[in-house]
């Protein structure tokens, strides 16, 4: 599977508050959440992102509690990937719980990525080429992605009852 899209880039230790301040957690319709998604840094990243962008980011997304939201509001944005040196790890988790593919690419802050630039992601290949180079990445495998490809943990549960 190739993933192709535009990258959004965010920088280090960007917490679930950041993605989906407090204030917005009153509803549970996933659009309304991805309105406000990452209103603690940018309140008009929902309006750049286009269907199929990526997030390319530094080490520790997703750090602070452990609000499931936040993957949501990313996912419902639009955003098919998010690419990562590294990742809290039950933001990770619920990435592959609600269906949004987190890629671990440790030395993707070195590259001169900026934002709007094209990111392709070969998960099959474990490659993600940009800016003309190809750097290897971690991709969820075996029930991950078994998960990840049912569409999240409900849809998985609901075909393997």
Known sequence: M???????LFGD??????????????TTDPYELASHCMAGIDENFPK?????D?????ENFGCGSSREQAPISIKYTGIKAVVAESFARIFYRNCINIGLIPITCKGIKKENIQDG?????????KKITINDKKLDCDVPKGIEWDILSAGGLVNYANKNK
């Open 2 to 8: 190739i993933i192709k899209g535009n990258v959004h």
């Open 117 to 125: 630039d094209i990111v392709e992601i070969d998960l099959e290949n």
């Open 48 to 52: 750049k992102v286009k269907e199929g």
């Open 13 to 26: 230790d960007v917490d679930t508050d950041a993605i989906i301040p407090g204030p917005y957690l009153k």
């Open 54 to 58: 990526i997030i390319v980011a530094g």
